[in-house]
């Protein structure tokens, strides 16, 4: 950002006014004009001073919400503006790193030299400047490249409960993907999840090329929200260098659940079932930074949480209609030791069509038939009350059950890229075919759309 740039968010110096009030982490200040967005300092007996952020104002206060706790703080304290905007440090260096929300290093390593500053909340790039997604990413994944495959720029949902092997598989992206550079936001975890995820799911492979954000749960609301804010901008920056950068962010939910903290402290009413609508402004607001430009692409995964198998959940639901596609992990596949426990019927990458040739989509529709049939009959396999002969497409099925799951489950050690998952997917296409009509090798299903079963496209 130049120097003019940086001029034109400088306020007058020397704006303060006193603690009022605290509730929660939300204090009130008197005499204290500063707009929403700005970052204030709290001077306090004992401690260093407190940062913390204006989100709105209520009669005469100023509503600030605190970056850490409170303790020290009385009324009366004096709270003096520090800045209206935000800038982050960011460079090169930053690959291999373990960072805070605020952009510190937190890996025990020194803070690494940085030399470029990028704007930490930054607008999402024009639609007219947006390039048309059309070159494969490589997730590393076989069940998702092959039979959902996302393009350079894509957002996509991965819809989970938890436990279901989202961070196994967020970590096999990181370490198989052809993406440039990986940028993972941890949001809400639970410290043990987050060094469980470092150091087993990521392991130094997936480390070198990767910087990892973290907000673990206990840390304040606005924190949480900064650390998703932190790590797009950090893919903006390799992305305007050039760079094809793979976002992962986990989790979009906890993002949601922090943004209605910050929303109800602000006085905001709860509209839907609980969440204030700047939740639902918000998240659009983070997901359309990421996508295609002219000079690279963030292509950004975001999981979402659905407890109790509740698919209208207003989270899920409101990401659902902003992004480009949705993988759904399923608790009965990961029960059945089926991992990644992709639900192929329930899953779809909107932009399959767009990166993919004909011989891929008429294979992966091929396959998605096949996999409808069984599941139309699975009651009547399952107890043997299934008589050969009564479909051609589910005694097939049932005879390629083996070769299905041989392309759709995959070890964590078992290294795949595209080429690879669409070459096995076609070589499946051929199988079927001439096991279907052995004289004419025509091949089963036509080349007909890809559309996911049920509700939840
Ligand atoms: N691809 C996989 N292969 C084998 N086991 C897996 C795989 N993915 C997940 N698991 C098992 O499931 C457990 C939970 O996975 P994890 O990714 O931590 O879940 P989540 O992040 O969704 O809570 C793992 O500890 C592991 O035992
Ligand atoms: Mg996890």
């Known amino acids: 950002m130049d120097l003019v740039e940086q001029v034109k968010h400088v306020m007058p110096a020397g704006l303060a006014g006193t603690v009022s009030r605290t509730v929660g982490m939300t204090i009130a200040a008197d005499g204290f004009p500063a707009p929403v967005g700005s970052i204030a300092r709290i001077d306090r007996e004992t401690g260093g001073p407190l940062e913390a952020e204006v989100i709105g104002f209520r009669d005469r206060s100023t509503l600030l919400y605190a970056f850490s706790d409170l303790a020290g703080i009385r009324h009366g304290n004096r709270v003096r503006l520090q800045r209206t905007s935000r800038w982050l440090r960011v460079g090169e260096p930053l690959l291999g790193r373990v960072i805070d929300a605020h952009g510190n290093a937190i890996d025990g390593r020194a803070q690494p030299s940085l030399s470029d500053r990028t704007a930490f909340h930054r607008q999402a790039p024009h ?3 947006r390039p048309r997604i059309d070159t494969p990413l490589s997730t590393g994944i076989r069940a998702i490249d092959g039979l959902m495959t996302c393009g350079r720029g894509q957002r996509v949902g991965i819809f989970a409960g938890s436990g279901v092997g989202k961070s196994v598989a967020l970590g096999m992206m990181a370490r198989y993907t052809d993406a440039d550079v990986i940028v993972i936001a941890l949001i809400g975890e639970r410290g043990r999840e987050v060094n469980e995820f470092i150091e087993r799911d990521l392991g130094p492979a997936g480390r070198k090329k990767s910087v990892v954000v973290v907000a673990t ?3 304040p609301a606005l924190v949480r929200i900064h650390a998703a804010s932190t790590a797009t901008a950090i893919a903006e920056y390799f992305r305007d260098r050039g760079k ?7 989790s979009l939910t906890r993002f ?6 910050i929303g109800l402290a602000a006085g905001e ?7 204030p609508p700047s939740v639902f402004a918000l998240l659009p607001k983070l997901v359309e930074r990421a996508g295609r430009t002219p000079e690279g692409s963030i292509t950004a995964f975001y999981t979402v949480l659905v407890e109790g198998d509740d698919p209208n959940e207003p989270v899920a639901d409101a990401v659902r209609g902003l992004l480009d596609g949705h993988i759904w992990l399923s608790r009965k596949l990961a029960a059945k030791n089926h991992y990644p426990a992709v639900d192929v ?10 990166v993919t040739d004909d011989a891929h989509r008429r294979a992966a529709a091929t396959l998605r038939e096949l996999m409808a049939a069984h599941r139309d009959h699975e009651d009547l396999i399952s107890i043997g009350a299934y008589r050969k002969g009564a479909n051609p497409a589910v005694d097939l099925a049932v005879e390629m059950q083996t070769e299905i799951n041989a392309i759709l489950r995959q070890q964590v050690e078992d290294r795949s890229g595209y080429s690879q998952a669409r070459d096995i997917l076609v070589q499946f296409h051929q199988t079927a075919a001439q096991k279907l009509s052995p004289s004419s090798g025509a091949a089963p299903g036509g080349p007909a759309p890809q559309r996911a079963k049920g509700n939840r496209s």
């Open 217 to 219: 749960s206990n840390e």
């Open 244 to 250: 094809n950068v793979l976002l992962l962010v986990d």
């Open 127 to 129: 639609p007219c400047t």
């Open 345 to 354: 019927l329930e899953s779809l990458s909107r932009l399959m069509p767009e």
């Open 256 to 261: 949601a659940l922090a943004q209605r903290e």
């Open 269 to 275: 009413p709860p509209t839907t079932r609980g969440y």
